[in-house]
T-cell receptor, first 114, second 115 residues
Framework: AQTVTQSQPEMSVQEAETVTLSCTYDTSESDYYLFWYKQPPSRQMILVIRQEAYKQQNATENRFSVNFQKAAKSFSLKISDSQLGDAAMYFCAYRSASADKLIFGTGTRLQVFP | DVKVTQSSRYLVKRTGEKVFLECVQDMDHENMFWYRQDPGLGLRLIYFSYDVKMKEKGDIPEGYSVSREKKERFSLILESASTNQTSMYLC??????????????FGSGTRLTVV
């Protein structure tokens, strides 16, 4: 069975600085998708970024980028120029290419200090 | 704007009550999911459905059942609520992707307290 591990329960960053959230996963499949979701205090889960395993190029979305290392099964999220509005829970998630259900990690709470 | 609507934001129920959590989506999505979110445990899948009247068990189905009589509505049922079912419940929907990368749309969650 696939698993997703987030080893950092909490992280903090100064406004305008850069922070990296870690995620590792375990799978025997070669075709899959990886996601980072953000959950602010409003509880609304928001898709931050998505990576297809067959693409070697790391995904980027404005200030958010990933470091995808397929061999190491690692999928970290880098947030550049952190803003107060980035404060939230961040969840890493995995989806097999052959199924539609998402498997989530335990989450990392990010605090942003002015 | 596409939406997944959960009927209650907060709910307090007594032990032994039958509890219904309702979820409605307006995007004509085939797939619907119920997750439970607990601190330190992340989101765990309870049940999901790929089509009307179809359901599949997730990782923690014990103590729960579901109903999907219409495509847009997916209900989670706690047959006899217990205090260990106090949690945040999140509903989500997605298109059937057939292996392509479909994103989920989430509801805002129902925080259920069983006393």
């Amino acid at each position: 069975a696939q698993t997703v591990t987030q080893s950092q329960p909490e992280m903090s960053v100064q406004e305008a600085e850069t922070v990296t959230l870690s995620c590792t996963y375990d799978t025997s499949e070669s075709d899959y998708y990886l996601f980072w979701y953000k959950q602010p205090p409003s509880r609304q889960m928001i898709l931050v970024i998505r990576q297809e395993a067959y693409k070697q190029q790391n995904a980027t979305e404005n200030r958010f980028s990933v470091n995808f290392q397929k061999a190491a099964k690692s999928f970290s999220l880098k947030i550049s120029d952190s803003q107060l509005g980035d404060a939230a829970m961040y969840f890493c998630a995995y989806r097999s290419a052959s199924a539609d259900k998402l498997i989530f990690g335990t989450g990392t709470r990010l605090q942003v200090f002015p | 704007d596409v939406k997944v609507t959960q009927s209650s934001r907060y709910l307090v129920k007594r032990t032994g009550e039958k509890v219904f959590l309702e979820c409605v989506q307006d995007m004509d999505h085939e797939n619907m999911f119920w997750y439970r979110q607990d601190p330190g445990l992340g989101l765990r899948l309870i049940y999901f459905s790929y089509d009307v009247k179809m359901k599949e068990k997730g990782d923690i189905p014990e103590g729960y059942s579901v109903s999907r009589e219409k495509k847009e509505r997916f209900s989670l049922i706690l047959e006899s609520a217990s205090t260990n079912q106090t949690s945040m419940y999140l509903c989500a929907s997605s298109l059937y992707t057939g292996g392509r990368s479909g994103g989920y749309t989430f509801g805002s969650g129902t925080r259920l307290t069983v006393v």
